[in-house]
């Protein structure tokens, strides 16, 4: 990709010299550039966490299709959709940050390779935060993982309760 900022870079050059009025010196190129850098570091990582939640996506969307042909009296069924499509809302951020986590670890690894030391500093501050890596804290992954786990815990109590339930109308008729 430095062959397309390079690129930017002749035809910012280009430009100021095609019109003087513009004054672009090398301070302002630097700074397109920069810019350039930033927005394409921004669709890649949006583009691998869209990879990375896709199949999640389209799960809930089936599951938006089951819960939509259900009747309205089903209210277990709609009870254990619910939840499961919640716990499946609250997965997403647990996937991005464990994906995040990751490309820290390797970040961080590629620096240790190289020879670089992390500034002890930003890494107290981040543990005494309770950020240990990834977008949000520890705390907060701990968090969701329990309300998942609570959900999961749900889904099985309504799915156990609607069987039982049509077992004891089936022994009635």
């Known amino acids: 990709m430095d062959g397309d900022f390079e690129t ?12 003087p009025n513009l004054n672009f010196g090398e301070e302002v190129i630097d700074t397109i550039e ?3 850098r930033k927005l394409r570091e ?5 583009h691998k966490y869209f990879k990375l939640v896709r199949f999640e996506l389209m799960r809930l969307y089936e599951l938006q299709h089951e819960l939509r042909q259900l009747s309205y009296f089903d209210i277990l069924g709609r ?3 619910t939840m499961t499509i919640a716990r499946v809302l609250m997965e997403i951020p647990i996937m991005i ?11 961080a ?3 240790a390779a190289a020879g670089k030391e992390a500034n002890k500093d930003d890494n107290m501050t981040a543990n005494k935060e309770g950020r240990e890596g990834g977008i949000f804290g ?15 815990k749900g889904e099985k109590l ?12 089936s022994d009635d008729v």
């Open 8 to 19: 930017i870079r002749t035809f910012i050059r280009a430009l100021n010299e095609m019109n």
């Open 42 to 46: 921004v669709f890649l990582s949006t």
């Open 34 to 36: 920069v810019a350039f």
């Open 109 to 111: 690894a590629t620096a």
């Open 97 to 107: 940050n464990v994906a995040s986590k990751g490309e820290e670890d390797k970040a």
């Open 79 to 81: 009870l254990r959709l």
């Open 158 to 169: 309504a799915t156990t309760t609607s069987t039982r339930g049509s077992d004891s109308d």
């Open 138 to 152: 520890e705390r907060v992954e701990k968090v969701l993982r329990m309300v998942v786990g609570l959900l999961e």
